[in-house]
T-cell receptor, first 115, second 113 residues
Framework: GAGVSQSPRYKVAKRGQDVALRCDPI?????LFWYQQALGQGPEFLTYFQNEAQLDKSGLPSDRFFAERPEGSVSTLKIQRTQQEDSAVYLC?????????????FGPGTRLTVT | SQQGEEDPQALSIQEGENATMNCSYKTSINNLQWYRQNSGRGLVHLIL?????REKHSGRLRVTLDTSKKSSSLLITASRAADTASYFC?????????????FGTGTRLTVIP
């Protein structure tokens, strides 16, 4: 079946603009994660959903970052008033029911460049 | 902050040689996973080893885990040019109960044909 998809793949925003990044997880996967990956670094956790419930948002760097998954499938990560330090690849991952022992399936990421 | 550290940061080998990457982590875990990332792409899961396992094999991959030293190694045997990628270890948040993964800084592997 289809894997995790993300759109857009590339986004250039001027500083101060708002952006919205979309993630379509694998059908049936209840867990959804957002990660931020800076150049040359490993992914860092942003937020986690189980179905529509946002259970952990401890990794969101500021209140400019907001994520939602209203129907428990597609998720959107929104960044308001973008800053240059927001430039990174934003990765979405999903995993099936069963808890933390399951591997995560990653999308290709959205590369955000803030100019 | 990231939990793990990979060593070396970069590794360059000839096709056919073996590649060994090491990972150290800081807190107790339920399992440790290795992922591969090709340039400009998402991460692909390679192998998962549970905290009560010491060694696991999958094709040309061999992973070891030493929970007393909080370290793991990934061995790729008979490397191919297509193995060129960045490799990350990732641990779960056993201590905190978190469901997310904590990634290391990665090893960039280059296999020269």
């Amino acid at each position: 079946g289809a894997g995790v998809s993300q759109s857009p793949r590339y986004k250039v925003a001027k500083r101060g603009q708002d952006v919205a990044l979309r993630c379509d997880p694998i059908s049936g996967h209840v867990s959804l994660f957002w990660y931020q990956q800076a150049l040359g670094q490993g992914p860092e956790f942003l937020t986690y959903f189980q179905n529509e419930a946002q259970l952990d948002k401890s990794g969101l760097p500021s209140d400019r970052f907001f994520a939602e998954r209203p129907e428990g499938s597609v998720s959107t990560l929104k960044i308001q008033r973008t800053q240059q330090e927001d430039s990174a690849v934003y990765l979405c991952a999903s995993s099936p029911p069963g808890g933390i022992s399951y591997e995560q399936y990653f999308g290709p990421g959205t590369r955000l460049t803030v100019t | 902050s990231q939990q793990g550290e990979e060593d070396p940061q970069a590794l360059s080998i000839q096709e056919g040689e073996n590649a060994t990457m090491n990972c150290s982590y800081k807190t107790s875990i339920n399992n440790l996973q290795w992922y591969r990332q090709n340039s400009g792409r998402g991460l692909v899961h390679l192998i998962l080893i549970r905290s009560n396992e010491r060694e696991k094999h999958s094709g040309r991959l061999r992973v070891t885990l030493d929970t007393s030293k909080k370290s793991s190694s990934l061995l790729i045997t008979a490397s191919r040019a297509a193995d060129t990628a960045s490799y990350f270890c990732a641990t779960d948040g056993s201590r905190t109960g978190a469901n997310n993964l904590f990634f290391g800084t990665g090893t960039r592997l280059t296999v020269i044909p």
